[in-house]
């Protein structure tokens, strides 16, 4: 990804993005941040705000031009597991080496699993 795309991806994300890049530049590890969605504000550790880039960066869920969708990435705690999910790939092993699985997601809460699973090549994907 580059600077360009960086810049692109924060700037959908925060208000406040210009700062926010600046303080990743200078190495703070406190970094406030204004969601362009809601105008909420909160403090995140750097690396909270580095994973939210390598979040879309690695789920490849950039824009999902095909589907003219835009992701809304939730940090905020008790909404999703974004890390664990996309970044750490913790239920890759369910559907590696699987041909066109079908996934049931019971619990799913916000989906995010549903929508790896989807975006990692099943069939279908459900979630409730």
């Known amino acids: 990804m580059n ?10 994300i925060f208000k406040n ?10 190495g703070k590890q406190n970094i406030k941040v204004v969601f362009r ?27 999902l ?3 003219r ?7 905020r705690e008790g909404v999703g597991d974004w890390e ?6 913790e239920y890759k092993w369910l559907i590696e080496g699987q041909k066109d699985p ?8 916000v989906g995010d699993t549903a929508l790896y ?3 990692k090549g099943a069939k279908k994907s459900y979630c409730n």
């Open 17 to 26: 993005y210009i700062k926010v890049l600046l303080d990743i530049k200078r």
């Open 3 to 12: 600077k360009i795309e960086t810049v692109i991806i924060y700037r959908e």
């Open 65 to 67: 031009t095909k589907l």
């Open 84 to 89: 664990t999910v996309f970044l750490k790939e």
């Open 69 to 75: 969708y835009k992701l809304k990435i939730e940090t």
């Open 102 to 109: 079908i996934i049931l997601d019971v619990g799913g809460e």
């Open 117 to 119: 699973f989807a975006l």
């Open 37 to 63: 969605y809601d105008g909420h504000e909160e403090i995140l550790d750097r690396d909270k705000v580095l994973g939210i880039l390598k979040t879309i960066q690695f789920s490849k869920i950039l824009y």
